[in-house]
């Protein structure tokens, strides 16, 4: 019939030689410091990641987006806020890949995103693999947008505990320390209000203002107008591992955060994780998604958005209770280890990109192989004289088109080891003799497929649709076939 021309590989040597996986991480901004929840998902996830941002050459044109992709042997998008996402739905349908949304809150909140984005936002969440939200609180905010249910999976920003830790509240000077961007959301000037009511009662208190943005200046001068200069210090943008430092010598963490007039709000927030981690207890507000980090009372304080008499107050009690602040801490870092690491956060974030490559892939074999309820491949050893091969294909043919219900069955051919031009004339050959010979009709009912060229994954997800194999020779090797996948008999047959 043909020679054979490799020997079946192993299911065990399939899984462990498979190369490393290929993703595309597609974001706006290639510079921003303070977005370090992707900088974590291009430096720790376990594939190799091509990175694409707003201005690299591959965007700016759609064709040339998908060659890229094409060319680079991706195997799945994944994109940084849901309007990137929205860009790349036809490119990524175009190319046959998954496409997964991680969404940020400000992307999916903001009113003039929501008027411009319109519809699309709808065909992004049914056409995406997944929808990622970092909070409870957005999951629901995208549930009320029309995201179903099924494809909108909650994985929270994680942080390096090992990076963020070591804080000691309790023997620290009383320090408070506020890391952000210095915008509207983060309201940098209520929390240096509030810190004033706190200098009134505690002249030796010290704020650290870390990072910058449009407020800059407008905190600078409300600093010199309340004569707060000595108490405050500007120190600008800082690396991770400098925030971690500065962290360590700190009473608590400081933001009061506010959602503005256009219905921005704070989604999350890694820095109160970044806190937490290193043991600080957290003044804040009860805004967006910062109470599913910092619990009012046992992590830290909560108040309500504009309130800066309770923010001072909450300051205050950790200026005067060291011991309270430490306490606070302590149960912080326990509760950032437990819910909020990194590699917990990533693993998770790879679990649904891996999902999502299976799950289209095994959509593509569905459709290509017109996959049913009950799939059974037959194995067959190619080497031998055709017409003993063709008469034991024949002879399994006929048995299963001559059941009740061959509607309900997938037959595939493996042919690894012939070309697919040969395996599509063997079973022409076939079928015709058995349309001419036996008059059986029932033969097109029957899905026959030859399963010509798979991939290691294409092979490792088609495994999971099947039912059983067929073995044509008793005697036959069958290495190839997973231990979880029964060998059926003729007896077997009949029962399918």
Not at 297 to 306: H, I
Not at 474 to 487: R, V, W, Y
């Amino acid at each position: 019939m043909g020679q054979t021309t490799r020997k079946p590989k192993s299911i065990d040597s399939i899984f462990s030689e498979r190369k490393e996986p290929v993703i595309c991480i597609v974001h706006p901004n290639e510079n921003a410091y303070s977005e370090t929840f992707i900088h974590a998902h291009i430096e720790r996830l376990p594939a190799k990641v091509i990175v694409l941002h707003r201005s690299s050459p591959p965007l700016q044109d759609m064709l040339s987006l998908k060659q890229f992709l094409r060319d680079n042997q991706v195997e799945a998008v994944l994109a940084e806020y849901a309007p990137v996402g929205v860009g790349l739905i036809d490119v990524c349908e175009e190319a046959g890949l998954p496409l997964v949304v991680h969404t940020h809150g400000g992307d999916t909140q903001i009113d003039d995103v929501l008027e411009r984005m319109g519809t699309r936002f709808l065909e992004l969440f049914e056409k995406a693999a997944a929808v990622i939200a970092p909070t409870v609180f957005i999951q629901k905010q995208l549930l009320e947008m029309g995201a179903p249910q099924d494809k909108l999976i909650v994985n929270p920003y994680g942080v390096d505990t090992s990076l963020f830790c070591d804080a000691n509240p309790a023997t620290s000077p009383p320090i408070f320390l506020a890391v952000s961007r210095l915008v509207d959301l983060k309201a940098p000037p209520l929390s240096i209000l509030a810190f004033k009511k706190v200098i009134e009662r505690h002249p030796d208190a010290r704020l650290i203002v870390v990072g910058t943005g449009p407020l800059l200046e407008t905190c600078k001068q409300i600093t010199r107008a309340l004569k707060l200069s000595p108490f405050i210090n500007f120190v600008g943008i800082k690396t991770p591992t400098e925030v971690a430092e500065i962290m360590r010598n700190a009473r608590g963490f400081i933001q009061h955060s506010m959602t503005k007039s256009d219905g921005e709000c704070e989604a999350l927030g890694v820095v109160f994780i970044e806190a937490g981690a290193s043991g600080l207890p957290v003044v804040a507000t009860r805004s967006g998604g910062i109470p599913e980090v910092v619990i009012d009372g046992k992590t830290g304080f909560l108040v309500e958005e504009a309130d800066i008499d309770s923010m001072a107050d909450c300051m205050i009690k950790l200026v005067e209770d060291p011991e309270l602040a430490s306490q606070l801490g302590k149960a912080a870092r326990e509760r950032v280890c437990s819910n909020f690491s990194i590699e917990n956060s990533i693993e998770n974030l790879w679990k649904i990109i891996e999902i999502g490559i299976k799950k289209y892939i095994e959509k593509e074999l569905i459709n290509r192989f017109e996959l049913r309820k009950n799939n059974l491949i037959i194995c067959i050893d190619w080497s031998q004289p055709e017409d003993v091969l063709l008469q034991k294909i024949e002879s399994i043919l006929i048995k299963i088109a001559s059941q009740p219900n061959p509607l309900n069955k997938a037959l595939l051919l493996d042919t690894r080891n012939i070309s697919e031009e040969s395996a599509n004339l063997a079973l022409s050959s076939v079928i015709m003799k058995i349309f001419m010979e036996h008059n059986l009709e029932q033969i097109e009912e029957l899905v026959i497929a030859p399963l010509g060229e798979l991939s290691e994954k294409e092979w490792s997800v088609l495994w999971n649709q099947i039912r059983g194999c067929i073995l044509l020779d008793e005697h036959q090797e069958n290495n190839a076939i997973p231990k979880n996948i029964p060998i059926l008999t003729s007896e077997d047959l009949e029962k399918i």
